[in-house]
């Protein structure tokens, strides 16, 4: 019995290979992840382990935002142009039903109204022209005309209300793109509204409303309806009618019901030479919608890894695995980074709390007696901390040595003044700091954005 080719590949490349350093640098991401998010349980209530999802949904709303300020290299940024294209060819080859959850999403925020009241000469509504589409749950685009007026003695009061499910439309785009056996990101979105189109076009032409009105009312039914379609119509290719202008890429609610991910016409934007053209522009969309673009990707890389048999020497999975690595790395070493700088403020030295405590006393143990001074600090330990986009709010505990004077302001300064005390201090602190600099964040009236509580007080 012959062994199957992709089998044979799995055995040659346990040594060394793209697919392996990808799975060891997938574990130190999880590993990392686990350090920055300690309050994400590891197991169920049941004992049960909850898997990797926990901490990628916690990276997402938590460290993020730093890895994508810090994910400023152009040489790691680029091997997402690189990855994407053979992305999608392997994943509607051997994953087609994922295809369109990998690479596009509905637009949550679309929205799209328009409204046209007009009355006689008297102030009676002679026509009412009121129109929206919006996304309803997850798939549901929903669809509301209503029509009203009158002519001469005859009123009409019409409304329309349908709903769109648009897997059916991702179903459809699915098999035109396997049919026409290429990859084409503007013939993509251009079929996906084609679609969406075609639906709305064929719950409008059932309308009949012969029956009902004269041949002059429903002829101006129709001829609102007509310019609903053609309104919609027009939006809708702005999607993809202007694919070498940057305004072309911009998502405006009113008419992006689909957005390719990280951005539209991705791959098509770096061979057109746009990225070279607005090279801050895509440089920043990158940084912000790529990586966040990747977390969810890397994630779907490693279930296929774990779960399905691919080959692994196939040249477009090298490819791909490559690119991910390199990519999953760089974000691995920024997390490792943030991790080392959170753990050393536990240390005493260079440390912008101690700093601030030793500087700024009256803040810290003013309450404890007329004047204090901090001789030392012995002690401070990071209780916890989390992530507010490029800034980390650390609390923790600082036990000190403090002199504690009773007195006038000339005793004090004559040190003439009664000792109470020289002894520990336990204080409580929270403080927001800069991720880069660790620095105390500063508020817009020049307070630094730090608190404290003495124990027992």
């Known amino acids: 019995m012959q062994i199957e080719k992709k089998y044979e590949q799995w055995k040659s490349i346990t040594e060394s290979d793209f697919v392996t350093l990808f799975i060891k640098t997938w574990f130190t991401y999880i590993a990392t992840l686990r350090e920055l998010n300690p309050d994400v349980s590891v197991f169920t209530e049941?004992?049960?382990?909850?898997?990797?999802?926990?901490?990628?949904?916690?990276?997402?709303?938590?460290?993020?935002?730093?890895?994508?300020?810090?994910?400023?290299?152009?040489e790691t940024l680029d091997e997402l142009y690189r990855l994407y294209p053979v992305a999608m060819k392997k994943v509607l080859e051997v994953f087609p039903q994922y295809f369109f959850q990998t690479f596009y999403i509905l637009n949550r925020e679309f929205k799209y109204a328009d409204k046209d009241i007009q009355k006689d000469e008297n102030g009676k509504l002679k026509e009412r022209y009121q129109v929206s589409l919006h996304i309803c749950d997850q798939w549901i685009i929903k669809v509301y005309i209503g029509l009203s007026g009158y002519y001469r003695t005859t009123s009409y009061n019409e409304e329309i209300k349908f709903d769109i499910d648009t897997r059916d439309i991702f179903k459809h785009t699915?098999?035109?793109?396997?049919?026409?056996?290429?990859i084409d990101e503007l013939s993509i979105l251009k079929e996906l509204y084609d679609k969406l189109?075609?639906?709305?076009?064929d719950k409008l032409s059932n309308k009949d409303y012969t029956n009902k009105?004269?041949?002059?009312?429903?002829?101006?039914?129709?001829?609102?309806?007509n310019r609903f379609f053609t309104s919609i119509r027009l939006n809708f290719e702005k999607n993809y009618r202007f694919p070498n202008e940057i305004n072309g890429i911009y998502e405006i609610n009113t008419y992006a019901v689909f957005k390719q991910l990280p951005y539209n016409l991705f791959s098509k934007s770096y061979i057109d030479g746009l990225t070279n053209k607005e090279q801050y522009f895509y440089h920043r969309l990158l940084q912000t919608n790529g990586i966040e673009w990747f977390a969810s990707f890397v994630y779907s890389l490693r279930n296929a890894l774990f779960h399905e048999i691919i080959s692994p020497l196939d040249e477009d999975w090298q490819l791909i695995f490559k690119s991910a690595y390199l990519i999953l790395k760089k974000i691995s070493d920024i997390c490792i980074d943030t991790i080392y700088r959170i753990f050393s403020l536990?240390?005493?030295?260079?440390?912008?709390?101690?700093e601030y405590v030793m500087n700024?006393?009256?803040?810290?143990?003013?309450?404890?007696?007329?004047?204090?001074?901090?001789?030392?600090?012995?002690?401070?330990?990071?209780?916890?901390?989390?992530?507010?986009?490029?800034?980390?709010t650390v609390s923790g505990i600082i036990k000190l040595k403090a002199k504690l004077q009773k007195g006038e302001s000339d005793d004090i300064r004559e040190e003439t003044g009664e000792i109470l005390?020289?002894?520990?201090?336990?204080?409580?602190?929270?403080?927001?700091?800069?991720?880069?600099?660790?620095?105390i964040m500063s508020s817009d009236n020049g307070q630094k954005e730090i608190t404290f509580s003495i124990a027992g007080t």
């Not at 990276?59 to 994508?68: A, D, F, L, T």
């Not at 699915?174 to 290429?182: D, F």
């Not at 409580?428 to 620095?439: G, N, P, R």
Request: charged share 25%; hydrophobic share 35%.
């Open 46 to 74: 049941d004992g049960m382990p909850r898997g990797d999802k926990p901490f990628l949904n916690a990276y997402k709303s938590g460290i993020m935002p730093i890895v994508q300020k810090r994910m400023n290299s152009d």
């Open 174 to 182: 699915t098999e035109y793109i396997k049919a026409n056996k290429s």
């Open 213 to 225: 009105y004269n041949i002059t009312i429903c002829r101006k039914i129709q001829s609102q309806l």
């Open 197 to 201: 189109l075609e639906k709305i076009g």
């Open 421 to 439: 005390s020289e002894e520990p201090v336990v204080i409580s602190f929270e403080a927001k700091l800069y991720d880069d600099t660790l620095e």
């Open 346 to 354: 536990s240390e005493i030295d260079e440390n912008p709390i101690i």
């Open 360 to 392: 700024n006393p009256i803040d810290c143990v003013n309450r404890l007696a007329d004047h204090v001074e901090i001789l030392e600090v012995s002690q401070i330990s990071i209780t916890h901390f989390e992530f507010d986009n490029s800034l980390i």
